[in-house]
């Protein structure tokens, strides 16, 4: 399947007000942000950065929608409405769903590998913040508003702020979703001790 055809399919599939493959090509922000981003991902990866800045910039001014040329977008991807946020080592695979004013964004701290991960099927819901190198599991859902800083586990619901699992496949078992936040706080106080120690030794 190509790629306009399977990103209209998509479009069909997961909102009920697209009538047709027209108005979708023609009216919605999201297909002209994502096409265009193909091509200054293609510019990006053969080394002419300045013109792929240039590109993405120019559709952000027509899209409201700033998707960086160096982010890695797969097939089937549905970014809804727009003014969203996708930042330079972003993933986004197949199937995820971007409702409007989400960001996938960095925190300012880290280097390389700095922005989310989103895998396949995940949906982030309106407003979202998604915040630095951290992952959003496979088939994972994420609450409008919510502000996400460590990893969400596949097949789970988080809200709030910070976000907190509230249903595990999409039931709400208290000692599960206990379980899983004691090593989310874990692994995420671990985390920040390691980065601030390199950046301590950093500027030594």
Do not use: C
């Amino acid at each position: 399947m190509g790629w306009w055809k399977e990103t209209i399919e998509i479009v069909k599939k997961n909102d009920p007000a697209a009538r047709n493959s027209l108005e979708i090509i023609l009216t919605y922000p999201g297909i002209k942000a994502l096409a265009a981003h193909r091509l200054s991902h293609f510019l990006w990866q053969h080394g002419f950065k300045l013109l792929a800045r240039m590109h993405s910039q120019f559709w952000r001014f027509w899209t409201q929608i700033e998707i960086h040329p160096g982010a890695e977008i797969a097939e089937g991807v549905f970014i809804d409405h727009g003014s969203g946020l996708v930042g330079e080592t972003a993933i986004v695979e197949k199937g995820v769903m971007l409702y409007h004013g989400v960001t996938l964004g960095g925190t300012g701290k880290d280097v390389g590998k700095r922005h989310p991960t989103v895998r396949e099927g995940a949906l982030v819901s309106a407003h979202a913040q998604v915040i630095g190198p951290i992952e959003i599991g496979k088939n994972a859902k994420v609450g409008a508003a919510a502000v996400v800083v460590s990893d969400v586990p596949a097949d789970v619901t988080v809200v709030g702020v910070p976000a907190k699992v509230v249903r595990v496949h999409g039931k709400k078992d208290e000692t599960i979703i206990h379980d899983m936040e004691e090593n989310r706080e874990y692994y995420t106080s671990k985390l920040e001790e390691a980065r601030y120690q390199s950046l301590h030794s950093s500027k030594l």
